[in-house]
C-alpha cells in the first residue's frame, strides 16, 4: 500500500534488483484486503509471495475497508494508550501486533523453502513490524550463512514517546535478537546512534524519494500557502512558534485572508483548528482532510513553504521522517519547527540543501527568526509571482532511492 512506512521497502527492492539475479518479497495477504493505492510489482520484477495474515488490521477490515490513522482524540484515550503500549512491547506485538503469529510461522516456512531451493545470500528485514524482525531473527539462527540486514525507518523503543512496558526486558530481548543480524539499518545518524547498544555494525540508509512520484511543477494558487500534511502527535508537535509568527504578520496587517493561507492536509484537522482558534487565525486557516498520497504530494509541490513538525530530545534527534524527503523532492522551501532539544542533524542536512530554515520551539529568537524568513518568502511571491527555489536539481540526486539503494549494495557487496 501506498502509505510512508512501505515506500521505503518497496523502493529498496526495486531498486536492488539491479544487483541480483532474483529479489524475493514476502507480504501479508492485508495488500489486497485493503488494497488501496496498491504499488505495481510487476513494474520492479520482484518475484511476490503473499503469506495469509489474520491480525488486528485484518480484523478491521471486515468492518471497513477505508483504513486511516488514529486521530489525536483517540491517541490521547488511555485505551489507545495501552494498546499501542502492548502492541510495541515484546513478546506480545508477536502474538497480537501487525502480522501476528499466523503470519509469522507461515512466512518462516516460506522463507525457509525459498532458502533451500533459491539459496539466497541475503535476507532484508524492516521494523515495522516487529514480527518481520523476529522472523529474519529465526532465519538466521536455522540458516547461519545468510546475511540479514536489519532495517530500522522508527526505533522500538522509542525515548521521546515510550509507547512500551517492561523497559529492561526490551531491552535485553532487542540485544540478543539484533545481535544475530549481520547489518542494521536505519534512517539517521541519530536514530544510528541508538540503535548502537544493540549492535556495532551500523548503516545509514536514509528515506528518499523516487523522480517518477516527483510529478511536474504544479502551478500556484493566487495566494501565499504554507501547508502541513501529515499526522500530530500530542505534545510532540507543536506549531507554536510558528503561529505566534504567522499571528505578528497578520495582526500589523503584512498578511490578510486574501493574500496568505495556512493549508493542512491529514487526520488530525481538530488539533490543527484548536491551534488555530488560539491564535486567533481562522480567516487564514483551510483544512483539506485526508487526502491520496498522490494529491498529498501535489499539494507539497503547490505550497510556497512547506512545514515539518518534529521532536528531539538530548537522547535522540534525527527524527527525520519520509515527510522531510517528500518536502525536498518538491524543492519549495521548508521550514522544520522542531519541538524538544537543539537537532544538529536536522541543521546540517538543511544547511547542505539550502532548502529554509530549522527552528525550535523552546528558543525565543525562533519567532522572530520565523517572522523574518516568512516576510522574505512572502515579499518575493509578491514581486515574482513565484517561489523562491533554493534547492537545486542536483542535490536531489543524493536522495533518489536508486543511488540509497546503491550505497546499500555496495555495503554488503564489498
Known amino acids: 500500500m501506498r502509505a510512508i512506512g512501505v515506500i521505503r521497502n518497496y523502493y529498496i527492492a526495486t531498486c536492488l534488483k539491479k544487483y541480483f539475479s532474483s529479489v524475493f518479497v514476502i507480504t501479508s495477504t492485508n495488500r489486497k484486503r485493503l488494497a488501496n493505492a496498491s504499488f505495481d510489482f510487476d513494474v520492479g520484477g520482484l518475484r511476490v509471495l503473499d503469506v495469509f495474515t489474520l491480525d488486528y488490521r485484518t480484523v478491521r ?34 502474538l497480537i501486533g501487525e502480522g501476528g503469529f499466523i503470519y509469522i510461522v507461515l512466512a518462516f516456512i516460506k522463507a525457509s523453502r525459498i532458502v533451500r531451493s533459491e539459496k539466497p545470500a541475503y535476507i532484508y528485514t524492516s521494523f515495522h513490524p516487529y514480527s518481520d524482525i523476529f522472523i529474519g531473527y529465526c532465519l538466521k539462527r536455522l540458516f547461519p550463512g545468510l546475511y540479514w540486514i536489519a532495517d530500522f525507518r522508527d526505533l522500538h523503543l522509542e525515548p521521546i514517546y515510550q509507547l512500551h512496558y517492561l523497559h529492561r526486558l526490551q531491552l535485553y530481548l532487542n540485544k540478543a535478537i539484533l545481535r544475530r543480524a ?65 499571528k505578528k504578520l497578520t495582526d500589523s496587517g503584512y498578511f490578510n485572508p486574501g493574500s496568505f493561507r495556512i493549508c493542512y492536509a491529514g487526520v488530525d484537522g481538530l488539533i490543527w483548528r484548536k491551534y488555530i482558534r488560539q491564535y486567533g ?24 513553504v512547506n512545514l515539518l513538525l ?5 537522547e535522540i534527534g534525527g527524527v527525520m521522517t519520509s515527510k522531510f524527503y517528500e518536502y525536498v523532492s518538491a524543492r519549495n522551501p521548508i521550514v522544520v519547527l522542531i519541538n524538544g532539544a537543539k537537532d544538529p542533524e536536522f541543521e546540517r542536512i538543511m544547511g547542505k540543501l539550502d532548502g529554509g530554515m530549522v527552528a525550535y520551539n523552546y528558543d525565543p529568537d525562533s519567532c522572530e527568526r520565523l517572522k523574518n524568513y516568512l516576510i522574505e518568502l512572502y515579499d518575493y511571491w509578491k514581486i515574482y509571482g513565484g517561489v523562491k527555489y533554493t534547492i537545486s536539481p542536483d542535490q536531489l540526486k543524493e536522495f533518489e532511492w536508486g543511488n540509497l539503494a546503491a550505497g546499500l549494495a555496495e555495503k554488503i557487496l564489498n
Open 310 to 314: 518534529t521532536s528531539a530530545s538530548t
Open 61 to 94: 477490515s471486515f468492518f471497513n475497508k477505508k483504513i486511516v490513522p488514529a486521530g489525536e482524540p483517540a491517541k490521547k484515550s488511555a485505551v489507545w494508550r495501552f494498546a499501542a503500549k502492548i502492541k510495541n512491547t515484546l513478546p506480545f506485538n508477536l
Open 281 to 304: 487565525l481562522e480567516e487564514i486557516f483551510e483544512d483539506k482532510g485526508m487526502l491520496s498520497r498522490n494529491d498529498s504530494l501535489k499539494l507539497q509541490r503547490k505550497a510556497h
Open 182 to 246: 549481520d547489518l542494521v539499518t536505519t534512517v539517521s545518524e541519530g536514530l544510528a546512534k541508538n540503535l548502537t547498544q544493540f549492535q556495532e555494525n551500523i548503516y545509514v540508509l536514509r528515506n528518499g524519494f523516487s523522480f517518477s512520484e516527483n510529478g511536474a511543477r504544479e502551478e500556484k494558487p493566487d495566494y501565499f500557502s504554507l501547508v502541513y500534511t501529515g499526522s500530530m502527535f500530542e505534545e510532540y508537535r507543536n506549531p507554536q512558534a510558528l503561529l505566534e509568527a504567522v
